[in-house]
């Protein structure tokens, strides 16, 4: 049996978790540069806050049932993440992150699921304050469509159990086929052509025509929803493809110091991503533009990939590359909104160059050395082109405190 465990509106309930005054209220968090609505607590849902909203379009009802706004705080959200995936790992055997706010965990041999899946639920919510919902079912996908009646269902006491050939067949009527996992919006448009409505009525279709006109993810998809197990448990996330790390600024760029200042921070981001999953980066790619809803200013968007002479995961070198691209795609003159670098070209083994001056192995040490203080104390080791006061940083202006990862902003409780 597999496990989905879900954090019910993960971003909010971390903000409610270090501020008990927003228990019962309207809570809403905005993404970058606090453009758009991006979580919500169930009282913004019933008011009509829709996912994706642009905050300025929200202002009156933020203004008639006071809702509470925040930007994104993604060294809080990250923390709590990793929290709850500890407390996970300590109750089950096996367990899969499969996203910041979500975990599969292997239920194999256990025989009493109810009260092992009421534990697991309740430790959680109890070491972090984040509330979570439990769904168990013979395979991942039944299991995702069994959180779903947890988290909706308030009987099922936040732990939906799908064990029976009834449970099954009700679950899946009762599911339409837009909300199943694997299940795109393609996809979907031609079954609907076929009469298929749900889940159930997808079950109902033969596999032949499933083989034929959804490939083999579309007819894994089908054999989950009949109880066949076709999808494993991942132990560690494959390594990725590609890196990329970009952001829209806070504030427009016009000069190249500030915009190389962006550009070696998210090389040096990418270069620690890249460090994390033991790879070398081969290429990178920069990119730049201006702001493409701004009709009354010049536009300007450009690329442009630079080959690296021998594979690299070290920062410098890749902090020098991506200046060195973001110096020949550079023109004055225009107000800049956005750019990012992406490492295009991964491999897991560097082959040295013959004429290669760089004392590579001490260079390794001295990655090794930063990453190990910038992951485990609260200072921040980064290079100098990086800057200090950052301006094009993301507009945060309604930022909660770093609970969990700041000193300098720990909670304080009065006792008196």
């Avoid at 494959?238 to 550009?263: L, W």
């Amino acid at each position: 049996m597999f496990g989905l465990v879900d954090c019910n509106n993960f971003y909010a309930s971390c903000e409610r978790a270090f501020n008990p005054s927003l228990n019962g209220k309207p809570v809403v968090v905005l993404s970058n540069n606090d453009g758009c609505v991006i979580a919500r607590s169930n009282e913004a849902k019933v008011i009509g806050i829709k996912m994706g909203v642009p905050a300025f379009h929200i202002k009156e009802l933020v203004h008639t049932h006071n809702v509470k706004v925040f930007s994104s705080n993604y060294a809080l959200y990250g923390d709590m993440s990793v929290r709850v995936m500890s407390i996970l790992t300590e109750q089950v055997p096996e367990i899969e992150i499969y996203s910041t706010d979500e975990a599969f965990i292997l239920l194999e041999g256990i025989r009493n699921l109810t009260n092992v899946g009421t534990n697991i639920v309740n430790k959680v919510t109890q070491g972090t304050g984040i509330p979570v919902s439990l769904g168990i079912a013979p395979t991942k996908t039944l299991a995702k469509i069994a959180n779903k009646f947890a988290k909706k269902y308030p009987a099922y006491d936040k732990v939906c159990i799908i064990d029976t050939e009834e449970k099954r067949i009700r679950a899946l009527q009762l599911t339409e086929i837009t909300d199943v996992w694997g299940i795109g919006k393609k996809q979907a448009s031609k079954l609907g052509q076929q009469g298929v409505k749900t889940a159930y009525d997808f079950t109902q279709i033969s596999g032949t025509w499933v083989r034929k006109n959804m490939t083999v993810v579309g007819e894994r998809t089908w054999k989950e929803l009949k109880g066949i197990s076709c999808i494993d448990m991942e132990k560690a996330p494959p390594p990725k493809k590609q890196i990329c790390t970009s952001r829209s600024f806070g504030k427009m760029i016009e000069y190249f110091d500030p915009m190389a200042e962006a550009v070696a921070t998210f090389a040096s981001a990418c270069a620690r991503k890249l460090r994390q999953q033991n790879a070398y980066a081969m290429s990178l790619m920069i990119f730049i533009h201006t702001n493409n809803f701004r009709e009354d200013l010049p536009q300007y968007w450009r690329n442009t990939i630079v080959k690296l002479p021998i594979p690299t995961a070290d920062t410098l070198e890749i902090v020098h590359y991506a200046l060195e691209g973001l110096k020949n795609i550079f023109i004055s003159g225009f107000q800049y909104k956005k750019a990012g670098v992406i490492i295009t070209e991964i491999t897991e083994v560097a082959q040295l160059g013959l004429f290669d001056t760089i004392n590579r192995a001490k260079r390794e040490r001295l990655m090794q050395a930063i990453d190990k203080i910038n992951g485990n104390y609260a200072c921040h080791i980064k290079l100098a082109i990086q800057g200090v006061v950052q301006e094009w940083r993301l507009k945060q202006e309604q930022l909660s405190h770093c609970y969990t990862t700041d000193i300098n902003e720990i909670i304080t409780i009065n006792c008196k």
